[in-house]
């Protein structure tokens, strides 16, 4: 492989170019060639002066997250900066695109730093449940006072250049252009000779007055607002650090809480889920070079909560809807979400005055399919009945162009069956957003027995372009997502039947990690919704349809949850929070007492092992049909439409964690009790539980 780092000498200026494609990520080859470029400046008489930039559209990304958990390779990235901090040459950075990460600590161990403005610019390690570990806490709080300094590292988030500008980390922001020129004017115009070599690591002046009380005030509110996470108060102790010890033991102790947070499972989690999400836009079986159907114009059909959050999705991406719904007041309400939203986005200042009307410009309304049939993609968002869906792909059959994608939104019906209304399967797929669909990142696509390779990239790569979360999935009952929270519904309630409260339960659900418990988000969605479909599952004869219980009982009583101000919790005016209602637990002991049930006491543990061990026995099921096609795409499936903790990496990494074989155990053992076929285990989880392996070793 070529050097990823070079070096050339114009005039009196040295120029080290990292050259490392996707994203210039500072691996071993580029940490021992900038180590060597480094010193041919130094080496060479010629050079006053060192501009290190890089080429591609991404300054860098920072360290190389592949190389993490393996051993480590000299030069460290703390040794490459520790050499730059000391270069007896002045050093500038040119950034642009993006510095993250270790593609910050690098620069500020250079001597100046300027940016192309939109350069984004942070330390996001965070994330990915570490803390900047090669001196970025001990050089940015330098830069920028210990404060600020924290709210970067603790949130994760970047800053553009101008801001970065403000806060002193850069030197000088240029509006346009190329950073290397950007970098060899800041020379000119500052004189190569009144550079200096003065390293940030000797800086104090920022930090020399640090009040103590933003440490207790970073850890309180840490400790309130993200309570299970690992690393976000080892950043705290970190930056801390910077201003109780000088800069060589500070940076002692960032070292050795950093491998504290790369020890942690927490690390391995969200280093799995930032993979995951990268790993499921890539479909082993689409030919390479499949070509992509052409995308500006959709057609959504429904303008209920979710056709107007779908028809947003476009508009935000700029993309032109026509939104259709034949009843001419649903239309009506469907714009005015559509205005209230965007108008609401303005307002909070997350866009413009005129990009909030530009996007609601965007969405045109019609009351008849016969407005689509120019649009390339029509996504259906009706309710869920067969029989009207079929009407309706047998009329856009009859109205839409040859080649333009057909999708339904439906989360629960077959869209082989909805295909076959028309007489162009191949050109029928399903696109399922979740609730709110301008918001939740997750798509659900499809793939229909019939749907077409080149349809299949198209709706992947459509994702994409309007900033969700893609997961390619096979036609069944629920999907993944729906089908596996359908076990976990069936647990909870099975639980509260024995004998837990339904506060129990979402406890230790909220314990694990979820954002809200199983009730809490039923209560949310609305029971009756639940109550339909159970409903409908028993008439269809469903082998998974779960028997009449005292959920029903609720939903009969019109308890429907937040809509309704009551349902499994009872709420008050304005307030979402979910409260025990006396009314519920009498209603759960009359059940019990009808049902000869005798309530006992359910310890948490079991909770948690029945609730997850039952999505992850069928998340097996799915792997095993090819419903989905890896158990990545499962978990990302669950952290982008389910909350699921992405510390935790999603539940099949989770499971992997546990351990199949424990997993498996505590399978039989609820068969035996229970003679369920439900807690039978899945002949894959068998095969992979008794061979000692995982699901990530499929
Ligand atoms: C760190 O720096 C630790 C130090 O403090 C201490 C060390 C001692 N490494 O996202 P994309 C891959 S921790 C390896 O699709 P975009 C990515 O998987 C690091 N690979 O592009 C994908 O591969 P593939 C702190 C990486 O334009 C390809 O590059 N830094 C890395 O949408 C393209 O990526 C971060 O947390 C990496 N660091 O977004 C930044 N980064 O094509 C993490 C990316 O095989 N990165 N890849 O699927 C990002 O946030 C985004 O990738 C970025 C570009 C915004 C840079």
Redesign the pocket.
Same mark, same amino acid.
């Given at each position: 492989m070529d050097n990823p780092v070079s070096f050339e000498r114009r005039a009196r200026i040295g120029i080290i170019t990292i050259d490392s494609p996707?994203?210039n990520?500072?691996?071993h080859a580029v940490r021992v060639g900038l180590v060597a470029a480094l010193e041919e400046a130094g080496r060479d008489p010629q050079v006053e002066a060192i501009v290190l930039n890089s080429a591609g559209? @991404?300054f860098?990304?920072?360290?190389? @997250? $592949?190389?993490?958990g393996k051993p480590?390779q000299a030069p460290?990235?703390?040794e490459v900066i520790a050499a730059f901090d000391r270069s007896a040459k002045p050093i500038v950075a040119a950034l642009h695109g993006?510095a993250?990460?270790? !593609?910050l #600590?690098l620069p500020m161990g250079c001597h100046y730093r300027v940016a192309l403005a939109g350069t984004?610019i942070g330390?996001? #390690?965070v994330?990915?449940g570490?803390?900047? !570990?090669?001196g970025?806490t001990q050089r940015l709080p330098r830069l920028t006072g210990a404060e600020r300094a924290l709210d970067m590292i603790v949130t994760?988030n970047p800053v553009e250049a101008a801001e970065a500008l403000e806060l002193g980390i850069v030197d000088a922001v240029y509006p346009d252009g190329i950073a290397l020129d950007a970098a060899l004017d800041f020379i000119e115009k500052t004189g190569v000779d009144k550079l200096t070599a003065t390293p940030v690591s000797s800086r104090t002046d920022r930090i020399a007055n640090t009040d103590p009380a933003v440490f207790a005030a970073a850890r309180a509110k840490l400790a309130k607002e993200k309570p299970n996470l690992f690393s976000p108060q080892r950043c705290v102790d970190a930056v801390e650090a910077a201003v109780q010890f000088p800069f060589t033991e500070g940076l002692a102790r960032e070292r050795a809480l950093?491998q504290e947070c790369m020890a942690s499972p927490q690390r391995a989690g969200l280093i799995h889920a930032?993979?995951g #999400? $990268? #790993?499921v836009?890539?479909i082993p079986s689409l030919p390479a070079g499949t070509p992509l159907r052409k995308v500006e114009k959709v057609g959504v059909i429904g303008a209920g909560t979710m056709g107007s959050g779908i028809a947003m999705c476009f508009a935000s991406a700029g993309i032109p809807v026509t939104l259709v719904d034949a009843k001419p007041e649903a239309l009506q309400a469907g714009l005015a979400n559509v205005r209230r939203t965007y108008e609401g986005n303005a307002k909070k200042g997350r866009i413009s005055a005129e990009e909030a009307e530009r996007r609601i410009a965007l969405v045109q309304p019609a009351e008849s399919v016969d407005a689509l049939s120019d649009a390339d993609l029509v996504i259906e968002a009706v309710f869920e009945d067969m029989e009207l869906k079929k009407k309706i792909f047998a009329a856009l059959d009859r109205v839409c162009k040859q080649g333009a994608i057909l999708a339904t939104n439906t989360s629960t019906l077959d869209v082989d069956a909805i295909a076959e209304a028309t007489s162009r399967p191949q050109d029928v797929c399903g696109m399922h957003f979740f609730s709110p669909a301008n918001i939740m990142r997750l798509l659900e696509n499809v793939r229909g027995e019939k749907t077409s390779d080149d349809v299949i990239a198209t709706i992947m790569d459509v994702a994409r372009r309007i900033g969700k979360v893609g997961v390619l999935v096979g036609v069944c009952y629920g999907f993944v997502g729906n089908r596996m929270l359908h076990q976990r519904g069936r647990e909870a309630m099975s639980l509260v039947e024995e004998g837990a409260a339904p506060e129990q339960v979402d406890a230790v659900l909220k314990g694990f990690g979820f954002p809200m418990g199983h009730f809490a988000m039923s209560d949310l969605a609305g029971v009756d919704v639940g109550w339909r479909i159970r409903q409908e599952r028993r008439k269809a004869g469903a082998p998974d349809a779960i028997a009449p219980n005292w959920l029903d009982r609720i939903a009969e009583l019109g308890r429907y949850g937040q809509k309704t101000g009551a349902g499994i919790y009872r709420y008050e005016q304005g307030d979402r929070t979910p409260r025990p209602d006396p009314e519920v637990a009498k209603i759960l002991e009359d059940y019990r007492r009808e049902a000869g049930i005798a309530p006992r006491p359910i310890d948490d543990q079991e909770i948690l092992e029945r609730c997850l061990y039952a999505m992850v026995n069928e998340g097996a099921r799915i792997l095993e049909e090819g419903v989905a096609l890896r158990a990545v795409d499962i978990d990302v499936i669950w952290l982008h439409g389910y909350g699921f903790p992405a510390y935790r990496g999603g539940p099949m990494f989770w499971a992997d964690q546990v351990g199949l074989g424990k997993i498996h155990d505590t399978l039989v053992a609820l068969h035996d009790k229970t003679g369920e076929p439900h807690w039978k285990p899945s002949p894959l989880l068998e095969r992979l539980a008794k061979a000692g392996q995982t699901f990530a070793s499929l």
């Amino acid at each position: 492989m070529d050097n990823p780092v070079s070096f050339e000498r114009r005039a009196r200026i040295g120029i080290i170019t990292i050259d490392s494609p996707p994203v210039n990520a500072l691996g071993h080859a580029v940490r021992v060639g900038l180590v060597a470029a480094l010193e041919e400046a130094g080496r060479d008489p010629q050079v006053e002066a060192i501009v290190l930039n890089s080429a591609g559209r @991404i300054f860098t990304a920072g360290a190389d @997250i $592949r190389e993490f958990g393996k051993p480590s390779q000299a030069p460290t990235l703390p040794e490459v900066i520790a050499a730059f901090d000391r270069s007896a040459k002045p050093i500038v950075a040119a950034l642009h695109g993006t510095a993250l990460g270790g !593609g910050l #600590e690098l620069p500020m161990g250079c001597h100046y730093r300027v940016a192309l403005a939109g350069t984004k610019i942070g330390l996001p #390690e965070v994330k990915l449940g570490l803390l900047p !570990g090669a001196g970025g806490t001990q050089r940015l709080p330098r830069l920028t006072g210990a404060e600020r300094a924290l709210d970067m590292i603790v949130t994760g988030n970047p800053v553009e250049a101008a801001e970065a500008l403000e806060l002193g980390i850069v030197d000088a922001v240029y509006p346009d252009g190329i950073a290397l020129d950007a970098a060899l004017d800041f020379i000119e115009k500052t004189g190569v000779d009144k550079l200096t070599a003065t390293p940030v690591s000797s800086r104090t002046d920022r930090i020399a007055n640090t009040d103590p009380a933003v440490f207790a005030a970073a850890r309180a509110k840490l400790a309130k607002e993200k309570p299970n996470l690992f690393s976000p108060q080892r950043c705290v102790d970190a930056v801390e650090a910077a201003v109780q010890f000088p800069f060589t033991e500070g940076l002692a102790r960032e070292r050795a809480l950093f491998q504290e947070c790369m020890a942690s499972p927490q690390r391995a989690g969200l280093i799995h889920a930032f993979f995951g #999400e $990268r #790993e499921v836009a890539k479909i082993p079986s689409l030919p390479a070079g499949t070509p992509l159907r052409k995308v500006e114009k959709v057609g959504v059909i429904g303008a209920g909560t979710m056709g107007s959050g779908i028809a947003m999705c476009f508009a935000s991406a700029g993309i032109p809807v026509t939104l259709v719904d034949a009843k001419p007041e649903a239309l009506q309400a469907g714009l005015a979400n559509v205005r209230r939203t965007y108008e609401g986005n303005a307002k909070k200042g997350r866009i413009s005055a005129e990009e909030a009307e530009r996007r609601i410009a965007l969405v045109q309304p019609a009351e008849s399919v016969d407005a689509l049939s120019d649009a390339d993609l029509v996504i259906e968002a009706v309710f869920e009945d067969m029989e009207l869906k079929k009407k309706i792909f047998a009329a856009l059959d009859r109205v839409c162009k040859q080649g333009a994608i057909l999708a339904t939104n439906t989360s629960t019906l077959d869209v082989d069956a909805i295909a076959e209304a028309t007489s162009r399967p191949q050109d029928v797929c399903g696109m399922h957003f979740f609730s709110p669909a301008n918001i939740m990142r997750l798509l659900e696509n499809v793939r229909g027995e019939k749907t077409s390779d080149d349809v299949i990239a198209t709706i992947m790569d459509v994702a994409r372009r309007i900033g969700k979360v893609g997961v390619l999935v096979g036609v069944c009952y629920g999907f993944v997502g729906n089908r596996m929270l359908h076990q976990r519904g069936r647990e909870a309630m099975s639980l509260v039947e024995e004998g837990a409260a339904p506060e129990q339960v979402d406890a230790v659900l909220k314990g694990f990690g979820f954002p809200m418990g199983h009730f809490a988000m039923s209560d949310l969605a609305g029971v009756d919704v639940g109550w339909r479909i159970r409903q409908e599952r028993r008439k269809a004869g469903a082998p998974d349809a779960i028997a009449p219980n005292w959920l029903d009982r609720i939903a009969e009583l019109g308890r429907y949850g937040q809509k309704t101000g009551a349902g499994i919790y009872r709420y008050e005016q304005g307030d979402r929070t979910p409260r025990p209602d006396p009314e519920v637990a009498k209603i759960l002991e009359d059940y019990r007492r009808e049902a000869g049930i005798a309530p006992r006491p359910i310890d948490d543990q079991e909770i948690l092992e029945r609730c997850l061990y039952a999505m992850v026995n069928e998340g097996a099921r799915i792997l095993e049909e090819g419903v989905a096609l890896r158990a990545v795409d499962i978990d990302v499936i669950w952290l982008h439409g389910y909350g699921f903790p992405a510390y935790r990496g999603g539940p099949m990494f989770w499971a992997d964690q546990v351990g199949l074989g424990k997993i498996h155990d505590t399978l039989v053992a609820l068969h035996d009790k229970t003679g369920e076929p439900h807690w039978k285990p899945s002949p894959l989880l068998e095969r992979l539980a008794k061979a000692g392996q995982t699901f990530a070793s499929l």
